[in-house]
């Protein structure tokens, strides 16, 4: 089953700085933007792919990449 297409909504771990990212869910999709440039590029991922990313990042797979 599809799950509904939602509006973009800004990440609750953004910054106040304006360093934001916004999400949306669009065609099964999982979309992200960056919300200083809502008509740039929009990057698009599958569920498993952002599963893959939040184990990876679970597992510490990029703490030398977020850490730096």
């Given at each position: ?8 909504v800004k990440s609750p ?19 992200v933007r960056d919300s ?33």
């Amino acid at each position: 089953m599809q799950k509904a297409e939602t509006e973009w909504v800004k990440s609750p771990y953004s910054g106040g700085n304006g360093n934001c990212i916004e999400l949306r869910r669009r065609d099964g999709m999982i979309e992200v933007r960056d919300s200083k440039n809502p008509n740039g590029p929009i990057l698009r991922f599958t569920d498993a792919e952002v599963a893959a990313f939040r184990l990876g990042l679970a597992d510490g797979a990029f703490d030398p990449i977020i850490g730096s």
